[in-house]
């Protein structure tokens, strides 16, 4: 069935069409990953992912100039692409281990490019699970994680995308009312990560809220829940 078009569109006041162009932006979960198969295995480019790019950056210039009011970092891809993002709104979730020298990395390239920096930043929960997760991450809150509003652990233990994942979507998904598997994984890692509490049963505060565990879900083009 074809889409109903509105051709009156162009007619519209200069302000008006701005404004839709800008509502029609949404906040968007995006992957990054490596092809690293180790922490310090060297790199000749330190990010890429399979995520894409919002269609307004393709429509038109107006709509591009638009976007780009929001879209204020462009992540370097290989092969000469760009990875645009809105730091205020985005969450970029790193993939397989964590590396401070390489989020520092991340977090500088952000901030050069919109000095408000990035504020809410997800990461694989594997490489958190050790007995002293919780007092490292405290150092890390210190060194880094204090700018964020949020930071979230997310249910994924691999370090790619899953297979038939390309140009597809992410979003993450809390745990409250569900009752499969994967609130069963969730409330193991809640016992075993008791030393992420703070003061009483609440998680500890990591940039300007508490941390949270999420799932990491991967959408593919056509809708679909890839697992």
Known sequence: MAQPVFHLFPQLPLEI???????????????????????AQAEDWPWQSDCFNPALLSVCDEARGEALQALTVALPMPHGGMLYCDPMRDVLVVLGDSDLPRLRQLFAEVEDQDPRGLRHL???????????????????????????????????????????????????????GKSDHRHMQ????????????????????????????????????????LD
Request: include cysteine; charged fraction near 25%.
């Open 17 to 39: 069409r701005l404004k839709i162009w800008r509502l029609s932006l949404e906040p968007r979960v995006l992957e990054l990953h490596s092809r690293r198969t180790h922490y």
């Open 122 to 176: 997800a990461l694989s929960v594997a490489p958190w699970a050790h007995d002293y997760a919780g007092p490292t991450l405290r150092i890390w809150q210190r060194a880094l994680f204090h700018k964020l509003d949020r930071l979230t652990l997310v249910l994924y233990r691999g370090c790619d995308p899953p297979a038939g994942f390309h140009r597809g979507t992410c979003r993450l998904d809390g745990f409250e």
């Open 186 to 225: 969730y409330l193991v890692l809640v016992d075993r990560f008791k030393q992420y509490h703070g003061r009483g049963d609440s998680w500890m505060m990591v940039g300007k809220t508490q941390i949270r565990i999420e799932e990491l879900v991967f959408m593919a083009e056509d809708g679909s829940r």
